[in-house]
């Protein structure tokens, strides 16, 4: 076998190996640390889809999990709350690079001076603030309207 030939073989055993069953999935978590009555929303779109929007109350999360592809995977999400979702944040809440994750867990917290970060037991950190906004029928996270 040419090394062309083994070349492609490997790069289709890692790719299925990537999507497969063997290892742990990666996993993006929300939670809504708000004040009482503040809903939160959250709209995620990955590489391949468009996750829709999700109210939390309160005190809920909204977690999804994927397993992480070799062309790098990629999820971007805005995050809405305050009346009529005034306040908002956009941006990526996972970013794979060119070594593959598996088990990875992102962790977001909504609170009412920002979004806080963190994928291990470490204290989240503020990542990004709230911004106020027109309210317009879209608003582009990544390369995709929503």
């Known amino acids: 076998m040419n090394r062309i030939s083994c070349f492609f073989i490997v790069i289709a055993l890692c790719a299925e190996l990537s ?16 004040q009482p ?8 779109i990955t590489d391949k889809d468009d996750l829709g929007d999700h109210l939390l109350n309160p005190g809920q999360t909204y977690d999804f999990s994927f397993h992480e592809s070799i062309f790098r995977t990629e999820v971007n999400c805005g995050l809405w709350q305050g009346p009529g979702f005034k ?3 956009l941006f990526r809440a996972y970013d ?9 867990n992102n962790f977001w917290d909504a609170r009412e001076d920002g979004i806080y970060f963190t994928h291990d037991s470490t204290p ?5 603030r709230w911004a106020a906004h027109v309210l317009t029928p879209t608003h582009k996270i990544g390369n995709k309207y929503m």
């Open 37 to 44: 009555n503040n809903i939160l929303k959250v709209h995620c």
């Open 124 to 128: 989240p950190t503020l990542k990004y």
């Open 19 to 34: 999507n497969g069953a063997l290892f742990p999935k990666d996993s993006v978590h929300f939670n809504n640390s708000l």
């Open 87 to 89: 306040y908002y944040a």
């Open 96 to 104: 794979g690079g060119v070594i593959l994750h598996f088990g990875k």
